[in-house]
């Protein structure tokens, strides 16, 4: 036995390999279909000037091209074949959207229309980046949350309770000794820093928002960004849009105060929670790592 390096892109060794890989994968994964799905613009002539092609894989609409013909730029065509994919593919029952655009292509395009990325690779092949999108294609209703500060007593009642909650059910929490005024009071975060929010007049989060985190963020310029701790949902609004409401809420406060950022730090091996903040719109943009192992994330959503 050994190991062969070609580099002639020989189409019958790649189609070994992946007959191999998807002769596996349908022995291991859920019953699922590949559907194609193609929307063209044509001329008289039936030349093709735009059009975007891709598949529906389950509940996932997958966009492989979309291009449209320089002269017709700017006129909207690109986005009525992306809308007009995304409504076959909820017909076809898909409630999400993917798809990659190099920095030089569409990226600002799909942000547009409501993608959010979560990755890039940069340096890609060499100076530019590839973005990866996703998409909810179905509709997210996400509750008005109305914040208020100093709001310390409420806040940490809301935060023990849902840690007492965590606990119970097998997660890594806080504890009830780490939430105490006399622990989470500190030179940066002030009473005036503890929030609560309500929904229809109940209380529905608590959170501490900051304006500085020397201690991830190092000295920043005053007034570039928030930092937001110890978000908190209250069991009865769980699973209801609410880290996105808050997100909303606190955006809206930082355009009217002119802040740029808001930041945030949690464990790099949080998954749930690394996944709930990146379907909000934060980027990770930095990872500290420590001598035993843990890891912190820091991430960053520009206003």
């Avoid at 940066?188 to 109940?202: C, H, L, R, S, T």
């Avoid at 730090?265 to 996944?275: C, G, P, S």
Wanted: aromatic share 12%; charged share 30%.
């Amino acid at each position: 036995m050994r190991i062969r390096i070609k580099d002639d892109g020989n189409e019958q060794d790649i189609n070994e390999i992946f007959e191999m890989l998807k002769t596996y994968n349908l022995s291991k994964r859920e019953e699922s279909e590949n559907i194609p799905l193609g929307l063209f613009y044509e001329d008289t002539d039936g030349k093709k000037l735009a059009g975007l092609t891709g598949e529906t894989f389950g509940n996932w609409l997958c966009i492989h091209y979309l291009f449209v013909e320089e002269q017709l730029r700017k006129e909207g065509l690109g986005s009525k074949l992306l809308l007009a994919a995304e409504k076959e593919a909820k017909h076809r029952g898909c409630k999400y959207a993917f798809v990659d655009t190099f920095s030089f292509q569409a990226p600002e395009f799909y942000k547009k229309h409501g993608y959010n990325e979560v990755f890039s690779l940069n340096e890609y092949p060499y100076t530019g980046r590839r973005h990866y999108y996703t998409k909810n294609l179905v509709e997210i209703i996400i509750p008005k949350v109305e914040i208020t500060n100093n709001e310390v007593n409420e806040a940490i009642s809301v935060m023990r309770n849902v840690a007492e909650w965590g606990r119970s059910n097998g997660f890594r929490v806080w504890l009830d000794g780490w939430l105490t005024p006399e622990e989470l009071i500190t030179a940066e975060a002030q009473p005036e820093n503890f929030y609560i929010g309500k929904v229809d007049g109940k209380t529905a989060c608590a959170f501490i928002l900051q304006t500085s985190d020397v201690e991830y963020w190092g000295t920043r310029p005053a007034n570039e960004a928030v930092y937001l701790h110890k978000l908190c949902v209250c069991r009865e609004f769980a699973h209801k849009n609410m880290t996105n409401a808050v997100v909303e809420a606190i955006r809206n406060e930082c355009q009217r105060k002119g802040v740029r950022y808001i930041r945030l730090d949690t464990a790099l091996d949080e998954k749930v929670v690394r996944k709930i903040y990146l379907n909000a719109g934060f980027k990770i943009v930095d990872i500290i790592d420590y001598d035993n192992g843990n890891s912190m994330a820091l991430y960053e959503m520009e206003v």
